[in-house]
């Protein structure tokens, strides 16, 4: 059973302590709905392995703040530790220090100057076809409705607006087969590829600006596939691309790009997930910045959630405890000290003392 009355670390070291990487959630969904149905002031339903509280108080705007309750696979990081200022443990900073954060305004603050609709889910970590949000918005999608989202994702303490796109295509060059004992009888894929990399090598990414934060693209080779034995001329290359690009392109925009980037290749996209405007210019966002972030904000360049809510049409931040540099490794951390700050700027956000 989850405390939701203990300091807001040692809240986080007990998430930490119940395993939940992506898919087996159903643990720390249920020690969540379970410490938040008492409460008077929200109201609590279920969807799978996702948790949503809401305030219902009538006021003017609604908030949504959202975060992930699984991790990725535990390497001997569980159960978690405290050095010093640091909580060490599978998840601290990835996101268990921001769903504490959640949980605890949930708990202390029962009347918000906003209404609020916490968002607690599962399988953020995995593909995207399976992830807690996406089906969150087909099952039950007046659950996520707000004029303004939060997504507690780490960030350092720093409010990150918007996010990049990604798209992976498959760059593919064709030869012909033949024995590599008579190979000017064939055609080479393989040596082909190398226009592919001369391409990549060649390529400046942009570094846009887009409602004043600078975004920074990346274009890159992630996997090379080819060769069908050691005595034939490949007749197929295949090199992975991943591009990274900023807000102000669509992925049709971004489509439209990479097929004038490899023109003369065949090109076919394998995953795309839609980039997010940083939305600072949206009131409730701007305000949510002067008080918590004290004016700052900078770009996300990672993919996230956040555009899940923007193709809802609800603006999105990223704003979190913990490190994200630290998010996926054995040594994950996060600092004491910060989660506090998180959570005492959200409460004095959410109670007008900010
Ligand atoms: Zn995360």
Redesign the pocket.
């Known amino acids: 059973m989850l405390d939701l009355t203990s300091d807001v670390a040692d809240l986080t070291a007990d998430l930490v302590d119940i395993r939940s990487e992506s898919g087996d959630e159903k643990a720390l969904a249920d020690a969540v709905e379970s410490a938040l149905s008492p409460l008077p002031h929200l109201t609590v339903t279920r969807d799978g392995d996702a948790v949503v509280a809401r305030t219902a108080l009538g006021r003017e705007r609604r908030i949504v703040i959202a975060g ?1 309750l699984d991790t990725v696979p535990i390497v001997d990081n569980v159960p978690s530790r405290v050095d010093g200022d640091r909580l060490y443990g599978c998840g601290t900073t ?2 268990k220090a921001g769903v504490a954060v959640q949980l605890k305004l949930a708990a202390l603050v029962s009347e918000p100057v906003h209404d609020v609709t916490y968002v607690f889910y599962d399988n ?2 995995v593909d995207a076809s399976r992830n807690g949000l996406l089906r969150l918005s087909r099952n039950d999608p007046a659950s996520l409705h707000g004029d303004f989202a939060i997504l507690m ?2 960030t350092d303490g720093v409010i990150e607006g918007g996010c990049q796109g990604t798209m992976r295509v498959d760059v593919k060059t064709t030869g012909k087969r033949a024995h590599s004992a008579r190979s000017w009888m064939g055609e080479n894929a393989i040596h082909k590829a190398g226009e592919i990399l001369d391409v990549l090598r060649a390529y400046t990414p942009r570094q846009p600006e887009v409602e004043g934060l600078t975004f920074r693209e990346g274009l890159n080779a992630v996997s090379v596939e080819g060769g069908v034995a050691g005595n034939v001329i490949p007749d197929e290359c295949v090199v992975r691309v991943n591009y990274r690009y900023a807000p102000d392109l669509s992925p049709a925009d971004a489509e439209a790009h990479l097929r004038e980037v490899f023109t003369g290749f065949e090109v076919a996209v394998t995953d795309s997930a839609a980039p997010a405007r940083p939305g600072l210019d949206d009131p409730s966002a701007a305000a949510f910045v002067t008080a918590v972030g004290e004016g700052r904000a900078r770009a996300k360049f990672g993919w ?1 959630d956040v555009s899940r809510f923007s193709e809802l049409g609800v603006p999105a931040v990223n704003y979190g405890p913990g490190d994200p540099m630290l ?1 996926h490794t054995r040594d994950e951390y996060a600092k004491i000290s910060q989660i506090r700050e998180a959570e005492e700027r959200m409460v004095g956000w959410l109670t007008g003392r900010r």
């Open positions: 992930h990835d996101m953020e970590e994702e780490p996230t998010a």
